[in-house]
């Protein structure tokens, strides 16, 4: 049977999308889409940024459907005030068959290369390798992560930096973009957890595609056992510091802790919330609007 969404389509100030799209995730546990400008030129020469954008969540049309729709209609309202002063538009919801929302942005996923060595890939897409390419194919159904969005890319880069990584703990994993990269590049045990079974099923799926040996599991970060030479969490602000105990407990001694799905603006946020852990911030890194930092946990 073919699974169905509700797909809810909110049309917002540019300036909004970010605080909207994370709210979004948050709310809905999948990725969003932003529509972008479709051109009919090849110049680019003159072209502004559309004042208005349309970011689309895709929700399960469940009992709690109703009520989520009604969070999404307050949070629009609450915030679109301090970015423009026309109203916002009502939130339209459409039901889609799963099949029909994969076909819809594949045609916007491409082979990716990103930091040296890594390259994602779409099972669809043909790919000649270079001879040391690690390349990974993705079909990421539902979750969010095709490696394309700056959050996962600063994430890579900032994994393969550190060469042959050891054990690797992935937090909040998704597609398991990340635990599938750390195992390409060496990793001597890959564990991934997430709080959503059905993106742990992808990931899974998505490991056995790509021959790649990872645990993965629901199982809530303070269970895991042991530590690990390095820990990635590519979630909102707010999670992390909210969880900055519990990832911190996770590094070994002399490893690393890489923090990503940042905003520029809320990296002081986060700092300060890691202030207090032990951890001493190594490097920055950041692509248009968004931040990635990398800890390291004293020898």
Not at 103 to 125: D, M, N, Y
Request: proline letters at 7%; glycine letters at 8%; aromatic letters at 6%.
């Amino acid at each position: 049977m073919n699974k169905t969404w509700a797909e809810v389509a909110c049309e917002v100030p540019a300036a909004m999308v970010d605080l909207l799209a994370d709210f979004l995730v948050e709310l809905s546990g999948n990725g969003v889409s932003i529509d972008n400008l479709e051109l009919d030129t090849f110049s680019l020469d003159g072209m502004d940024e559309p004042p208005v954008k349309t970011v689309r969540a895709y929700f399960t049309p469940d009992a709690e459907l109703e009520t989520k729709l009604a969070a999404v209609e307050r949070f629009i309202r609450e915030n679109a005030p301090d970015y423009g002063d026309a109203p916002p538009a009502t939130p339209t919801v459409t039901t889609i068959r799963e099949e029909d929302w994969a076909t819809g942005w594949r045609q916007h996923f491409s082979p990716t290369r990103i930091g040296r060595r890594l390259v994602i890939k779409p099972t669809w897409e043909p790919f000649a390798p270079e001879p040391e390419d690690l390349v990974i194919e993705l079909d990421p159904g539902m979750a969010f992560g095709t490696g394309t969005h700056p959050t996962t890319r600063l994430c890579l880069e900032a994994l393969e930096k550190l060469g042959r990584p050891g054990d690797v703990l992935d937090v909040g994993t998704g597609s398991g973009i990340l635990a599938m990269a750390a195992s390409k590049l060496g990793a001597s045990r890959v564990v991934g957890t997430d709080i959503d079974p059905d993106a742990v099923e992808v990931a899974r799926e998505n490991c056995a595609m790509n021959g790649v040996t990872a645990e993965l599991t629901i199982t809530p970060l303070a269970d895991i056992p042991g530590q690990f030479a390095v820990v990635l969490a590519n979630i909102l602000a707010e999670d992390l510091v909210r969880m900055a105990a519990d990832l911190t407990a996770k590094v070994a001694p002399g490893g690393a802790l890489i923090l990503s799905g940042i905003l520029v603006e809320r990296e002081p946020y986060v700092i300060d919330g890691f202030a207090a852990t032990g951890l001493a911030l190594a490097e920055t890194t950041r692509e248009g609007e968004w931040s990635c930092l990398l800890y390291r946990a004293a020898k």
